[in-house]
């Protein structure tokens, strides 16, 4: 891990205070507690390249930080382990999924994860890769396991946000003799922690409820070091697929507030989901803090908490778009995890099969009183 305070100094230290100091460097007089971005293509190299930054697409000190900050978060206490950063969610996704295999390799994939991932199943086809699907819920893609090199992980998956026994995942994976990836994005590594459930590696897409404002493109893989661990940062030199400095400072700074945006908007989704709860026009509302959701038992064993996203349907698509419409609160939008509220129709983009009226909504930091009244006043109007 790193040289930070919460690394070293602090290992018992709380989720806040962890978040609020993870990745820093010692303090040096007069100067900032979080340096500023260095932006270097290449650096200052007299002699045999033994020092630590060469070249800017290999390595940069502010991405050091950062990917330290990260690791503290995802895997705290824990040795042999690392993290690498990337430009976007995507990036970091295609990194284990395209270091890791092979032609003539399996994979499986859940049919309920992010809508990128058809495309990515078609490039993976094109290199000679089987690739399997199976639905998150039920732990279905225990069913499909024979054989494949890889089992990628999304729970609560995007946008439907069911869940699956993580922990049973993985043994059973590694039993056969899988690696395992989790994608964490929905639920953060304050929310959980895939590698602590034994998974090999914890991807997400910093876009998202890590960084939380809605400005900066970002991915991040934490895994453990080893052979697979050095292939993904292979893959990153390969293809270039790097933050910039500005991107990943942003993110740094950002991860100082992670747990208060976390918990208000973890709160707020939770009294948003109970008010939809009574709705009779709300069908397939899902969230999976609420004690009756479908997924609330497996999700409350290896969750510590649920997310900010609540997902539902309204009886038409044109019952969705006037709802949307209607919202003064929330900004239809794609993404999620900012502290400006988002909901989008999520049929509209063609690549999840949800019906025409699914609403995935996203729950900002706004005061959870003026959310709730929003919504419901939205849902009164949609209906004239």
């Not at 292939?231 to 910039?244: D, F, L, S, T």
């Not at 997310?307 to 419409?325: D, I, N, Q």
């Amino acid at each position: 891990m790193s040289d930070s305070a919460t690394g070293d100094g602090f290992p018992s230290a709380g989720e806040g205070t962890r978040a609020v100091r993870a990745g820093l460097p010692d303090p040096v007089k007069y100067e900032p507690h979080l340096p500023g971005p260095v932006f270097a293509a290449h650096f200052h190299l007299p002699g045999e390249p033994t020092g630590p930054y060469t070249y800017g697409r290999d390595e940069n000190p502010t991405w050091t930080h950062l990917e330290h900050a990260i690791g503290e978060l995802e895997a705290p206490g824990q040795d042999g382990v690392e993290t690498l950063v990337f430009a976007s969610g995507m990036a970091a996704i295609s990194s284990v999924l395209f270091s890791q295999l092979r032609a003539g390799d399996a994979v499986v994939l859940p049919s309920d994860g992010y809508q990128a991932l058809p495309l990515v199943r078609t490039q993976l086809e094109a290199y000679g890769i089987e690739v399997r699907t199976a639905p998150t819920g039920d732990d279905a893609q225990l069913d499909v396991l024979d054989g494949a090199k890889l089992l990628w992980i999304e729970s609560p998956s995007n946008p439907e946000l069911d869940v699956c026994d993580i922990r049973r995942l993985v043994e059973s994976a590694h039993a056969r003799g899988a690696l395992v990836a989790v994608d964490n994005t929905l639920a953060t590594p304050l929310g959980q922690r895939p590698l602590g459930l034994g998974a090999d590696f914890s991807v997400a897409s910093g876009t998202k409820q890590l960084t939380g404002h809605g400005d900066v493109l970002l991915g991040y893989v934490t895994g453990r070091s080893g052979e697979a661990m050095t292939a993904v940062r292979r893959w990153r030199k390969i293809v270039g697929a790097i933050p910039g400095p500005m991107e990943a400072w942003l993110a740094h700074r950002s991860i100082a507030t992670l747990q208060l945006r976390v918990d208000r908007q973890n709160a707020s989704a939770l009294a948003v989901a109970e008010a939809l709860r009574g709705r009779p026009e709300v069908t397939g509302l899902r969230y999976p803090g609420l004690p009756d959701d479908p997924s609330h038992k497996v999700a409350s064993r290896q969750m510590r908490r649920y997310g900010c996203v609540v997902s539902f349907t309204l009886p038409t698509r044109a019952r969705a778009e006037r709802f949307l419409e209607a919202l003064r609160l929330v900004d239809d939008a794609t993404s999620f995890g900012g502290v400006r509220s988002t909901a989008e129709r999520r049929g509209r983009w063609g690549g999840d099969a949800v019906p025409e009226g699914f609403i995935r909504l996203s729950v900002g930091a706004e005061d959870p009183e003026d959310l709730v009244a929003d919504v419901l006043r939205a849902l009164e109007e949609s209906a004239r």
